[in-house]
């Protein structure tokens, strides 16, 4: 499994923008986690875009992590190992927690689109969608239909795919647990992104 496309993805979406520009004046400081006072659809529509954005970011890092944990872990060359000089029935074994390895890994590969992620976008739209609720400026007011139409868009995208994503990553770390648990030993230690990633990560932003 590939994880260099889910980085970049995954630090492409985590990128914090500042917050929207000239907030209407409040009586203390903003509270960036939750949606700035509006219309009920619209306060409902800026929840349900930042639950749905939420849990993608979420998701995507458990697969990262699980993928990094799978390559640096040599879970692969450990059952192997064990399939190869270890008893009939640890043999067996460890043929079974390697091929769940696999299929969990696949599986969660394949959800994740190659071309066309839309997190990082929607983000975005998120801050369009706070700015144009927060700040009493006709111009916004003017755009916000667009804007609204653009996050239920969103919402409807990262919903089902953090929906999906939620069981996959599941499954794949409950794999590497149960090969930790045949293995008898800890999860190995993950090291960080090689500098390599991280930079290209970086040049993401």
Request: with cysteine; charged share 25%; hydrophobic share 45%.
């Amino acid at each position: 499994m590939n994880v260099v496309p889910l980085v970049l993805a995954l630090a492409a979406a985590a990128l914090d923008p500042a917050p929207p520009a000239d907030p209407a004046p409040q009586d203390g400081p903003r509270e960036w986690g939750k949606a700035p006072p509006g219309a009920p659809e619209d306060v409902a529509l800026w929840n349900a875009l930042n639950e749905a954005h939420a849990a993608s970011v979420l998701h995507l890092a458990r697969i990262v992590q699980a993928s990094y944990r799978l390559r640096y872990g040599e879970y692969y060359q450990a059952l192997d190992e064990k399939a190869e000089r270890g008893t009939a029935g640890e043999a067996e074994g460890a043929r079974r927690a390697r091929a769940r390895i696999e299929t969990a890994a696949n599986a969660a590969d394949e959800a994740v689109p190659k071309k066309g992620l839309r997190v990082r976008v929607c983000k975005y739209t998120l801050f369009h969608l706070d700015q144009r609720m927060a700040v009493p400026d006709p111009r916004f007011a003017a755009e916000l239909p667009e804007v609204r139409a653009e996050a239920r868009g969103c919402v409807d995208e990262l919903a089902p795919f953090a929906a999906k994503l939620g069981p996959l990553a599941d499954a794949f770390e409950r794999s590497l647990a149960d090969a930790d648990a045949f293995l008898k030993r800890v999860p190995p230690a993950v090291p960080p992104a090689p500098p390599r990633e991280r930079d290209a990560a970086s040049a993401t932003r």
